[in-house]
């Protein structure tokens, strides 16, 4: 029950915009990028798979076979929104999903200092290093 209260309390103060996720570091950008895919867009997938792709310098059969499965493309849209390199990508992607879907993202917090954990199972935070293992999973909202 004591943890049931500390989540409430939580999500509230995370609701409230009172916490250290207000502002998207680096590992919270990472995070959603690599864990929230839900919320990406039809064409931010296949931008993401694209520049993935460009980098292995792959054959022109191979890069064929990937635009059949729309996991290339070279559409102009697309190009333009890999300009500025994957990193400057990751977080315009990153960003507008946390702006736009902020409510609904299931970010595993670290209970202490409310900061992202490396993935959605960890229980031990990267930043503090509080370890919640022995605790009841409620604290994704
Ligand atoms: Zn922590």
Redesign the pocket.
């Known amino acids: 029950m004591i943890v049931k209260d500390h989540c409430h309390l939580y999500c509230k103060h995370f609701l409230k915009g009172g916490c250290m996720n207000e502002v998207l570091y680096p590992e919270l950008i990472n995070y959603i990028y690599a864990f929230c895919g839900d919320f990406k867009t039809l064409d931010e997938k296949i931008a993401g798979r694209t520049i993935l792709y460009m980098q292995m310098n792959l054959n022109q059969k191979l890069v064929a076979s990937l635009k059949n499965r729309g996991w290339y493309s070279d559409e102009r849209h697309i190009i333009d929104m890999l300009a500025g390199g994957r990193h400057a990508f990751v977080v315009s992607v990153a960003t507008r999903i946390y702006y736009e879907h902020r409510e609904q993202l299931k970010l595993n917090v ?6 992202i954990a490396k993935t959605p199972l960890a229980k031990q ?6 370890s919640w293992h022995d605790k009841v999973e409620c604290l994704s909202i």
């Open positions: 670290c209970p202490r200092c409310f900061k935070c990267q930043f503090c290093f509080y």
